[in-house]
């Protein structure tokens, strides 16, 4: 398998403009997380699923924020509109679930968000 | 809720001497605990992890943790430190079905 795959790898927007990163999970993984990564706030999980189904989304900062999973192979993060202090290393993760999570989260390289 | 401390943001070490990244962790459960390495511009690779069993876990490149539920650490140490070492490190602790990170510490290499 070749690992957690994100597009793109980076993108510089406009404020305003809508952004979306794209994520393909390891395939047969039944997890799938969205990080965002800051100098000031370190690594926050902003969403994650379950066989596609929205669990938690306390993470995510505001509306203008949305995440989906339409199928089991592939998610996307929606920035509408996209702000400056949306800049930002965007992570996706995926996971196969064992008791209590024991097993690692396999990341991506990333998706550094520019927004000017 | 679960959650990790990563003590000291930066450390810096010289060519071949002792690495020491410190955690500790706070669970109302039996925890477990990873420590993950980012390279420049990279995505997370772990390092190791603690779930069950023995308390002394060993990884990849030469690292190791050890589990104190007395002192509730899981410090990362590595014997001798090369220049390949130079990277964030953070650790992590699970809680349910998602992994919280600590704050991450860069660790720099002297040569």
């Known amino acids: 398998d070749a690992g957690v795959i994100q597009s793109p790898r980076h993108e510089v927007t406009e404020m305003g403009q809508e952004v979306t990163l794209r994520c393909k999970p390891i395939s047969g993984h039944d997890y799938l997380f969205w990080y965002r990564q800051t100098m000031m706030r370190g690594l926050e999980l902003l969403i994650y699923?379950?066989?596609?189904?929205?669990?938690?989304d306390s993470g995510m900062p505001e509306d203008r924020f949305s995440a989906k999973m339409p199928n089991a192979s592939f998610s996307t993060l929606k920035i509408q509109p996209s702000e400056p202090r949306d800049s930002a290393v965007y992570f996706c993760?995926?996971?196969?679930?064992?008791?209590?999570?024991?097993?690692?989260?396999?990341f991506g390289q990333g998706t550094r968000l520019t927004v000017v | 809720a679960q959650s990790v401390t990563q003590l000291g943001s930066h450390v810096s070490v010289s060519e071949g001497a002792l690495v020491l990244l410190r955690c500790n962790y706070s669970s109302s459960v039996p925890p477990y605990l990873f420590w993950y390495v980012q390279y420049p511009n990279q995505g997370l690779q772990l390092l190791l992890k603690?779930?069950?069993?023995?308390?002394l876990v060993k990884g990849i490149n030469g690292f190791e943790a050890e589990f104190k539920k007395s002192e509730t650490s899981f410090h990362l140490t590595k014997p001798s430190a090369h220049m390949s070492d130079a990277a964030e490190y953070f650790c992590a602790v699970s809680s349910n079905e998602k992994l919280t990170f600590g704050t991450g510490t860069r660790l720099t290499i002297i040569p």
């Open positions: 699923f379950n066989n596609n189904v929205p669990i938690d």
């Open positions: 993760a995926s996971s196969l679930f064992r008791v209590r999570m024991n097993t690692e989260a396999f």
């Open positions: 603690y779930t069950t069993g023995a308390t």
